[in-house]
C-alpha cells in the first residue's frame, strides 16, 4: 500500500522524524490511526452487548523507519521522547499506564503472529485529545500494531483481529480493563454496528452515513476532568456486573437470562447493593437501545434517533452512574450536561460519552446552533472545550512513502 497523504501533514511528521532521529531513511512508512466517538452503547461492550461507534476526523499520524539495532525509539509530538529494549516482550508492572507498555504489549502481539522484533524510529504526532474519552490510547495502539507488522514482514491483520490484539494490550499491558469497542472502532473506520457476544469473533456491520446531511452536527465537550483519573471508577462498572453475571453462572451479562435476574434480586441486591443492580438494569436497557438506534439511522429516521439518545443519556446517569465520579463535591460531567441542556433546550440530544466520570460528553447539535453551542460552552468551560467532528471512512493503516 502506498500512502496518500496531505503535503502539510507529511511536511510536519517529517520535521519531528527529522529533529528527534536525523534524516528519514531510503523506505519510510507513513502511519495513520483514527480516534473515535461511541454513537451507541455506554458500557455495553464488555459485557458481549451492542455498540454503535464512528471514526473521527482527529487522528494518531506518524512516520517510522527501521533503524538496525533492537531498541525501538519513539518521539511523540507533546511528550518526552523514550527507548525501548526489544530484548523482552512480557508485561512489566512498573511500565502500566505508560506509552512504552503499548510498544511492548503490541509487540508482543505482532511477534506472535510471526513478526521478528528489531528496532525502529517512530515520530508521532496526535490530534486525538488525551485523556478526553476520544480513544487516543486504542489509536496509538492501533498505530504502532500497524507500524511492526509492515517493518516486520508480518500480513496485516483484518481490523477485528487487530483491535483484539489492542484490546489485550490495554489489558495485560496497560492495565485498563476495557472491551473491545474501542479498538475496533479505530481500526474499522466509519461509522460500525458492533456485536460483541461472541468475543472472539465480533460480528461487525458498516453504514455510510453523515449526521450533517440530517442537519445536525457531532459536537464532543470536553468537561475539565480527565477521565484518566477515573481509571478505579471505570473498572468498576464492568467489575460489578460480571460479579453479579458470575453469582448467576456466567462471565457477562449478555450470558445472563433475565428472568434469573428478577428472580434473584433480592438477594443480589443484599450481597452487591444497588448501584450494581441498576448496572445490570442499564446494561439490558442501553443493549435494546442501540438495536433499535441502528434500525432508524438506517431508515434515515434522524429524529427518532435523537430521542433513543435522549433515553440512553438518561440511563446512563441514572442506572450506570458514570457521570459522578468520586470527586468529591465537583461534578464536571454532569455540569456540563447540564449546560449543554441549557443551550439545546431539547433540541437535538445530549448524553455522557465513552467510559464517562470525565472526559467529553457528546451532543448532536442542530447546525443552525452549532456557532452558539460552541461559543457558549467554550465560555462556561474553557476555550476550545467543544468541537464539531465529522465521521470519517479510513481505519487505521501503514503504507510506505
Known amino acids: 500500500m502506498t500512502a496518500s497523504v496531505a503535503p502539510e501533514l507529511l511536511g510536519h511528521v517529517t520535521s519531528l522524524f527529522e529533529d528527534a532521529f536525523g534524516p528519514v531513511g531510503a523506505k519510510a512508512l507513513y502511519i495513520h490511526a483514527p480516534g473515535r466517538s461511541e454513537i451507541a452503547g455506554n458500557h455495553t461492550d464488555h459485557e458481549g452487548g451492542h455498540v454503535i461507534a464512528a471514526a473521527l476526523d482527529v487522528s494518531v499520524d506518524g512516520l517510522a523507519c527501521a533503524n538496525g539495532t533492537d531498541v525501538v525509539r519513539v518521539a511523540s509530538e507533546g511528550y518526552p521522547a523514550f527507548e525501548l529494549p526489544l530484548d523482552s516482550l512480557e508485561a512489566r508492572e512498573q511500565e502500566r499506564?505508560?506509552?512504552?507498555?503499548?510498544?511492548?504489549?503490541?509487540?508482543?502481539?505482532?511477534?506472535?503472529?510471526?513478526?521478528?522484533?528489531?528496532?525502529?524510529?517512530?515520530?508521532?504526532?496526535?490530534?486525538?485529545?488525551?485523556?478526553?474519552?476520544?480513544?487516543?490510547?486504542?489509536?496509538?495502539?492501533?498505530?504502532?500494531?500497524?507500524?511492526?507488522?509492515?517493518?516486520?514482514?508480518?500480513?496485516?491483520?483484518?481490523?477485528?483481529?487487530?483491535?483484539?490484539?489492542?484490546?489485550?494490550?490495554?489489558?495485560n499491558y496497560y492495565g485498563k480493563p476495557c472491551g473491545l469497542m474501542d479498538q475496533a472502532a479505530v481500526c474499522l473506520g466509519g461509522l460500525a454496528f458492533m456485536d460483541f457476544e461472541n468475543a472472539g469473533e465480533p460480528k461487525t456491520k458498516k453504514l455510510e452515513l453523515s449526521f450533517e446531511d440530517f442537519g445536525y452536527a457531532l459536537c464532543l465537550v470536553k468537561v475539565g476532568a480527565d477521565h484518566a483519573a477515573s481509571t478505579d471508577d471505570y473498572a468498576a462498572v464492568p467489575g460489578e456486573m460480571q460479579a453479579v453475571a458470575a453469582r448467576l453462572g456466567h462471565a457477562r451479562l449478555c450470558e445472563v437470562d433475565r428472568e434469573a435476574f428478577d428472580a434473584q434480586l433480592p438477594a443480589l441486591r443484599d450481597e452487591f447493593g444497588d448501584r450494581a443492580i441498576l448496572r445490570c438494569i442499564h446494561y439490558w436497557h442501553e443493549n435494546a437501545l442501540v438495536d433499535e438506534r441502528w434500525r432508524q439511522l438506517n431508515i434515515g429516521d434522524m429524529q427518532a434517533f435523537l430521542e433513543l439518545t435522549r433515553e440512553s443519556g438518561a440511563s446512563s446517569a441514572m442506572y450506570l452512574q458514570n457521570v459522578v465520579a468520586s470527586l468529591g463535591p465537583e461534578q464536571p460531567a454532569m455540569y456540563a450536561l447540564g449546560l449543554a441542556e441549557h443551550v439545546l433546550k431539547g433540541r437535538g440530544a445530549v448524553r455522557i460519552h465513552g467510559g464517562g466520570f470525565g472526559g467529553t460528553i457528546q451532543a448532536f447539535v442542530p447546525l443552525e446552533l452549532v456557532d452558539e453551542f460552541t461559543r457558549k460552552m467554550d465560555a462556561w468551560l474553557g476555550e476550545g472545550a467543544s468541537r464539531r467532528y465529522r465521521v470519517t471512512d479510513e481505519g487505521a493503516y501503514a503504507a510506505w512513502l
Open 97 to 171: 499506564g505508560t506509552t512504552a507498555s503499548l510498544v511492548r504489549g503490541m509487540a508482543h502481539e505482532v511477534a506472535e503472529r510471526g513478526g521478528k522484533p528489531a528496532g525502529f524510529d517512530l515520530a508521532l504526532t496526535c490530534t486525538v485529545p488525551s485523556g478526553g474519552g476520544l480513544s487516543s490510547s486504542a489509536a496509538i495502539e492501533a498505530a504502532l500494531g500497524r507500524t511492526m507488522e509492515a517493518l516486520w514482514g508480518v500480513e496485516p491483520a483484518e481490523p477485528v483481529a487487530l483491535a483484539q490484539a489492542s484490546q489485550r494490550t490495554e489489558n
